[in-house]
């Protein structure tokens, strides 16, 4: 998997650790199904939080933004999904 996105000038100010984590995280779950996606993320998150890794709101948003660049409206879509899922979750 390409790791361009970490050079994208909206991520400049995060640290190089959680993105590090966030490469890791990428390659892990690009095999996975729509289906599998939202229990990956939800485990990589419970797991990077008791390790005292965090992400503010506003790393948030802005890594979703990210994502969504280059993405067809219908992947787009599905990543808003997941994000509202989350947010019901948590």
Known sequence: MSDDWR?????AGMDKSKLD???SLA???SNKSAADLLPFIMSAASQNKSNGLKFNSNEISTI???LKMGKS???AAKLDRVVSLMKMIQ
């Open 7 to 11: 050079t994208n000038p909206k991520l």
């Open 21 to 23: 984590m966030l490469q």
């Open 27 to 29: 390659e892990q779950g």
């Open 64 to 66: 979703i933004e990210v």
């Open 73 to 75: 409206p219908e992947e």
